[in-house]
């Protein structure tokens, strides 16, 4: 009975490290985004509890000088844990900046012209890429290309 008590004493501890560890992090966080689906864990190793799902392209926050094995301490959506940062991609470390494309020639409101925030064309209503209009800027709106092509 006596083994119980010690596992939630050990549990509760291990808590309150990762979240005394998570403030300096914090603090020094650098803007980050997830080059793909990846699991935010508990602790720097794959077969670690998954707290949490974060999206391909999601923002988040890390320090970079915050490292174990590869893995950086991140925040996002309110929550804290490690993501391999092999996961983990910054707007200058590696990013290609993506080919602008042909503006439309035709089906536009305005003459477009290129919106540096969203990396598209836009005529005053509605955003153009890749040969796709678009109503809103949702799902393009990063300014660089994860894929590095």
Do not use: C
């Not at 508990?42 to 392209?57: F, L, N, S, W």
């Amino acid at each position: 009975m006596m083994e119980r008590p010690m596992k939630m004493k050990k549990l509760v501890l291990g808590v309150v490290a990762t979240a005394m560890m998570a403030i300096p992090a914090i603090a020094q966080a650098a803007t980050g985004w997830t080059t793909g689906s990846v699991n935010m864990r508990t602790d720097a190793y794959v077969g670690a509890p998954k707290i949490i799902t974060v999206p391909a392209h999601a923002q988040v926050q890390y320090d970079p000088r915050q490292q174990k094995n590869g893995w950086f301490l991140v925040s996002y959506a309110g929550r804290t844990g490690y993501v391999s940062g092999s996961y983990i991609q910054t707007r200058f470390a590696n990013a290609k900046p993506m080919f602008r494309g042909l503006p439309p020639r035709v089906g536009f409101y305005k003459k477009p012209y290129w919106d540096n925030q969203h990396q598209a064309w836009y005529d005053g209503r509605r955003w153009y890429r890749n040969g796709i209009w678009y109503n809103s800027p949702s799902g393009f709106s990063f300014g660089f290309n994860f894929n590095g092509g």
